[in-house]
């Protein structure tokens, strides 16, 4: 058994903040409670950043649309 360990790079870690903050944002104008998504969200946000992508709005993007938060709207 291995274990893989990631390490992000201080731009890295500010990306994934401003990725953050921006899809919590959109869950709430959706009125979903951020204490509902917290978690679920800093979880499935850096396993998006783990396949490389740094740029913040993508990874935002990428975790709405992987937490279904875009289809809450419809």
């Known amino acids: 058994m291995s274990i893989k360990q990631e390490f992000f790079?201080?731009?890295d870690l500010q990306a994934l903040d401003l990725a953050l903050v921006g899809a919590v944002a959109i869950a709430k104008e959706l009125g979903v409670k951020r204490e509902e998504l917290d978690g679920a969200l800093r979880?499935?946000?850096f396993v998006i950043a783990g396949e490389g992508i740094a740029d913040p709005e993508t990874l935002r993007n990428r975790l709405v649309k992987s937490m279904n938060l875009d289809r809450i709207a419809y």
Request: aromatic share 0%; hydrophobic share 35%.
């Open 9 to 11: 790079l201080p731009n």
């Open 43 to 45: 979880r499935r946000l």
